[in-house]
């Protein structure tokens, strides 16, 4: 897992068919310069939003088939007429990166997971559009993956994104466990902390091994992708569990030795 989500898409996958290369290429760059838009740099959040109201303005040309005024665009607009994908995923991104420019915090559990929904599911929904399989069970339990992939990449990176000056915990969360706002910036992991993240770490693992029968069900590479990607989200809540929770000295990573045990155990999966 990377600090970004977007890092995960699979650009150069061995598993990525090669006709399917260029498409993903240009829905990843898209989705890559617009959390760019949203996330790097130190322009102001007006100059953020304008920037990315612009590619709201240029997906609108797309709908209207009108002729894009750059290659990012143009390229983007050739994918979707060939691949008849829905413009929704694309403006729900769109929506969670200008959230990004202004939400720092979450109070419930349920708003974060409609940034889930906007941030990290539009993903999952196009690659199924992709490859044909975008049926109704499919679509559901990719949500499910990519949501509880977001959230795995928030538990992982606490100390990163409050950083930024962002916390993904939701606050509720912490004063049910009687966790301060401090804490993250001290790394203070005592016994309420651990407590808090055995929770977030548990439902996050339910909400993969949930849904993680999509990856069984798929075909060909596309499941075997998948397979990979759900063992490696499981992988890193087993090295948060190892670590005790404390992400601040220890952020997990996948290692090469990992990989070899996520293959053994994608093709065990059942």
Request: with cysteine.
């Amino acid at each position: 897992m990377s600090t970004n989500h977007y890092e995960n898409f699979p650009v150069a996958s061995i598993l990525l068919p090669a006709r399917l290369r260029p498409a993903v290429q240009a829905i990843y760059a898209f989705a890559r310069s617009a959390d760019d838009i949203a996330d790097e740099g130190d322009a102001s959040p007006e100059q953020r939003l304008r920037e990315l109201n612009a590619y709201e303005a240029a997906l609108d040309r797309i709908e209207q088939q009108l002729t894009a005024e750059n290659p990012l665009f143009q390229a983007l607009h050739e994918v979707i007429v060939a691949y008849r994908l829905p413009l929704a995923p694309f403006r729900d991104l769109l929506s969670a990166f200008k959230q990004d420019v202004i939400t720092t915090r979450y109070e419930q559990f349920a708003d974060l997971l409609d940034y889930c929904r906007r941030s990290a599911n539009p993903v999952g929904n196009l690659m199924l559009h992709l490859y044909g399989a975008a049926s109704e069970q499919n679509l559901h339990d990719s949500d499910a993956i990519c949501s509880a992939l977001q959230l795995i990449n928030f538990w992982q990176d606490v100390a990163i994104d409050w950083e930024k000056a962002r916390i993904y915990l939701p606050l509720e969360d912490l004063q049910r466990f009687g966790v301060s706002q401090a804490q993250l910036a001290s790394g203070d992991c005592d016994h309420a902390w651990r407590r808090l993240m055995a929770f977030e770490v548990q439902r996050a693992r339910a909400m993969m091994t949930g849904a993680q029968g999509l990856a069984l069900r798929l075909p060909g590479r596309i499941g075997w992708e998948l397979r990979l990607v759900v063992q490696g989200g499981l992988r890193i809540l087993e090295m948060l569990e190892a670590a005790e929770y404390d992400m601040f000295r220890r952020r997990p990573k996948l290692r090469k030795a990992d990989w070899l045990l996520l293959a053994w155990r994608a093709l065990h999966m059942t």
